[in-house]
């Protein structure tokens, strides 16, 4: 990683002033004064000082991505795009993984990160975290199918489903709904309809515990978290 990128990232001022820094001489790459941004570093293995101080490189990186359709929410694959392709180089240093799975043609809110035990606490079943996607189903959909969701529906392989809450956005013969369920079977929203007779049209995910889709994220987009998205991820607890 560049030199200028690290020092930036890590909060030492703009990539503007990280190179004033650079110039005046104050960091160190392993002792040796290093004055070029462009430099590279492998900030994992070799140390990085500012005026004698060691730097912290950090050990963990949350992303939140849009995610687009088309793109496979997996590490990596023979054949396929996956959403780590997507992130810079910079970033999958770090080996982050997407948090959970979206359909290839799933749309939304994705968090990536090489944190584990976040990513195990939001992941286990018991803690039932709730997942909100919006979508758009091929018809009118019904007050039934609002109390045949709350009451949980029956899937094709005879799982029946714990509660999801629906909501119409807007009914018609192509009808906008809002689900939120605290499980993560496969294909998990697309099944649901098929139990009462129609079909998922288009789908994306729009929170996730306490995360929202930062709507201003073009698709294939990422951003880091804010510190206050991950105190609120890592504080978060459902029953
Ligand atoms: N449910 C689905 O059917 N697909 C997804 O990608 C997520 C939830």
Do not use: C, W
């Amino acid at each position: 990683m560049r030199l200028d990128k690290l020092l930036a990232n890590l909060g030492y001022g703009s990539r503007k002033e990280v190179k004033q820094l650079l110039k005046s001489g104050a960091v160190k790459v392993n002792d040796v004064v290093v004055k070029d941004a462009k430099q590279h570093v492998d900030p994992l293995n070799e140390m990085v000082t500012l005026n004698g101080e060691v730097i912290e490189y950090k050990e963990f990186i949350y992303l939140m991505m849009n995610k687009p359709a088309g793109v496979l929410s997996a590490t990596e694959d023979n054949r396929e795009e996956t959403v780590i392709d997507l992130l810079e180089v910079d970033d999958q240093v770090y080996q982050p993984f997407p948090v959970g799975r979206l359909d290839k043609d799933t749309e939304g809110l994705l968090l990536i990160t090489n944190d584990g035990q976040l990513a195990h606490r939001l992941l286990a079943p018991k803690k039932h975290v709730p997942k909100t996607y919006f979508a758009v189903i091929n018809q009118e959909v019904t007050e039934e199918d609002i109390l045949a969701f709350k009451k949980g529906v029956t899937l094709d392989d005879g799982y029946v489903t714990k509660p999801g809450e629906l909501k119409i956005v807007k009914s018609g013969l192509h009808s906008d709904i809002e689900l939120t369920i605290t499980e993560g079977k496969f294909h998990q929203v697309k099944r649901m309809f098929e139990a009462v007779g129609k079909k998922v049209l288009y789908l994306k995910r729009i929170s996730m515990g306490p995360l929202l889709l930062d709507e201003t994220l073009e698709l294939g987009e990422y951003r880091e978290l804010t510190e206050e998205e991950i105190e609120l991820l890592k504080e978060y607890q459902v029953n």
